[in-house]
């Protein structure tokens, strides 16, 4: 992906890199990821949602076709929306390139996970592709699980044709397309493609008719019987839900340290100019302070304070009084911040607290980036350059005060009024169980937290969607991190977030779903996670109900006895199996008229 940025010197890079690599002699092919003229014996691969039919294929006969990355979901950036992508979008797409002689789909990620500490890249928000087949705490998500794990058994069951059968394509309609592989005794796998988005289509293949939902790929093993539709979602529905076990609204259970703002007579870095932030704090911590002191002869004048930042975030004191903050976005890393402050007659300190949030990833030239503060005028008056004094992060971070041994370093008070640049305290046990634990930060604005001396990353709840929600809200916290009694919370808040609403939460499967057509599925199967039971049968409905798991009502043909009879099977069970049928609910409610199932059911 670099290969364009160096113009005509990209090619012989892409070769050096690629000699380099392969002189090693490791004994294992190389592979490098989204580069299509990846010189021999490096091999070209794909990576994206879409490899079936985004990809070129290999660049040499004698290179597999691979898919390094098939995305799940996507990262997310603070200020963006979690990006949903289905379950059928995923097997269509991992089905479509099989069927084009793909030797191989790599899931990324399959397991969601956490970005702890200071490791994830910039403005990417803490918890990473939560929306994954197993989610971020390691819990299954359904139907996406379920769905992909039947897509696989589909293909498996067609491995000795993929690998060994003779392969041909041929046309079922304008956007209907069949895959054939066709075995020396005459067995047979095929992978009937309807490519039209808006509509089902019947199509005749060997002789036989086939009903191909819209956007799908349905698998025949046997090139007759259909064991796997692309469209069409057997496996539950699941909904997650964050359950409050320890409250921390007390003020006498919070202590607090307010951060000291330094000034320039204090610091020993100096310089005449603005440093780069990145390369002066080496990534030793997410914040550079710049400082500088002035003379100011009018007494109380007030003016505006004009700083231009490369980002991430700038906060800005002014004779150790908070001014007034901005940020960047993912998108732009520049901004502007400008605020009205006060000065005094005399010497005036100012200071300003550049933050990075995680830094860039990935490109070319990452050398070139740049972060920090870039210009300022305050009066009209350019100190751009000028005798500028520099702190390389924060006291509490230098003395571990988030360490229960070096906890007590600084003298913690009361809690007070909330201000920015603060440090906070307090202990709690560990929830009761196995279930994960997350910490509910939505009453906070924006820093790190650490328990027992683990940071479990950055927040930044104050930065909102769209939407005007929080891009995350609870943060993970792993069992190994905790002991029985008296966990040490710690939390940096740079903002004015209270930490009266924040809330140890447990992280648990509540919920199951299940939804069957006559056409698909003949029965719903609803599991709960183990240790939990079907407790309430929240909705059921056999007849014609409306929407699907993710939302529905009951239609004009309803079964009077459904949730009466779908109790009867699963309540207090922790799995049930419930036909869609007549005979199980006493009867057709509307004869001649196609039947749904759909139960939604509580788990405790």
């Excluded at 699980?145 to 897509?151: D, V």
């Excluded at 199951?512 to 006559?518: D, K, N, P, R």
Aim: proline content about 5%; hydrophobic content about 35%; aromatic content about 10%.
């Amino acid at each position: 992906m670099v290969e364009a940025a160096f113009h005509e010197k990209g090619p012989s890079y892409v070769r050096w890199a690629a000699a380099m690599a392969v002189n090693l002699q490791t004994g294992v092919p190389w592979v490098m990821c989204k580069q299509d003229d990846a010189p021999d014996p490096v091999i070209n691969s794909c990576n994206g949602m879409r490899c079936g039919e985004t990809f070129a294929g290999p660049n040499s006969p004698n290179k597999p076709s691979i898919w390094t990355e098939d995305w799940t979901s996507f990262y997310q950036a603070y200020g963006e929306e979690t990006y949903m992508r289905s379950a059928q979008d995923i097997a269509f797409h991992v089905a479509l390139f099989i069927a084009k002689t793909g030797s191989y789909v790599n899931y990324y990620m399959y397991h969601g996970g956490t970005n702890f500490g200071r490791t994830a890249s910039a403005f990417t928000i803490t918890s990473y592709y939560d929306q994954a087949p197993l989610d971020e705490y390691g819990l299954v998500r359904q139907p996406k699980w379920g769905h992909l794990k039947e897509l696989h058994a589909a293909i498996k069951s067609c491995s000795k044709l993929l690998l060994d059968g003779a392969y041909k394509t041929f046309s079922l309609g304008p956007l209907q397309q069949a895959y054939v592989f066709q075995g020396n005794s005459g067995q047979c796998a095929a992978f009937l493609v309807n490519n039209d988005g808006k509509q089902e289509v019947e199509v005749l293949f060997q002789s036989n008719s086939y009903k191909l939902p819209q956007k799908s790929i349905s698998i025949l093993p046997d090139c007759k019987t259909v064991t796997f539709n692309t469209a069409i979602v057997n496996a539950q529905y699941t909904t997650r839900s964050m359950t409050p076990n320890q409250k921390f609204n007390s003020v006498g259970k919070w202590e607090e340290y307010k951060e000291p703002i330094p000034e320039f007579d204090k610091t020993s870095l100096r310089s005449n100019r603005l440093l780069e932030h990145m390369s002066t704090t080496k990534d030793s911590s997410d914040y550079l302070w710049y400082t500088f002191r002035f003379q100011q002869n009018l007494p109380n004048a007030e003016s505006v304070l004009n700083a231009q930042s490369r980002g991430h975030v700038l906060h800005a004191y002014v004779n150790g009084v908070h001014a007034g903050s901005g940020h960047g976005s993912h998108q732009n890393t520049g901004f502007s911040l400008q605020t009205a402050v006060r000065l005094k007659n005399g010497t005036n300190n100012v200071a300003l607290l550049s933050a990075t949030v995680g830094l860039p990833d990935s490109g070319a030239y990452l050398e070139r980036k740049v972060a920090g503060l870039r210009r300022l005028r305050i009066q009209n008056k350019d100190f751009t350059t000028y005798k500028w004094g520099y702190q390389v992060g924060l006291l509490g971070e230098r003395l571990q005060i988030y360490m229960k041994n070096r906890s007590n370093i600084v003298k913690w008070n009361m809690l007070g009024t909330h201000q920015p640049l603060m440090w906070y305290k307090t202990l709690f046990d560990a929830p009761a169980g196995n279930d994960p634990v997350a910490l509910n930060l939505g009453s906070m604005g924006k820093g790190e937290a650490w328990v027992n001396g683990q940071s479990i990353g950055r927040y930044w709840v104050s930065f909102h969607t769209s939407q005007g929600r929080p891009s995350q809200t609870w943060y993970n916290i792993p069992r190994a991190f905790l002991k029985p009694t008296g966990n040490l919370l710690v939390l940096l808040e740079e903002e004015s977030g209270n930490p009266l609403g924040i809330t140890v939460d447990t992280v648990s499967v509540t919920k199951v779903c299940g939804y069957a057509s006559e056409s698909h599925l003949s029965a719903i199967q609803l599991s709960c996670p183990p240790n939990r039971n079907i407790s309430t049968i929240i909705f059921a409905s056999f007849g014609t109900p409306s929407g699907n798991c993710e939302g529905y009502a009951t239609g004009n043909c309803h079964s009077s006895s459904s949730k009466v009879n779908v109790e009867k099977a699963c309540k207090g069970k922790g799995s049930c199996s419930i036909p869609q049928s007549n005979q199980f609910f006493g009867g057709d409610p509307c004869p001649g008229i196609p039947k749904v199932l759909l139960v939604d059911a509580q788990c405790t």
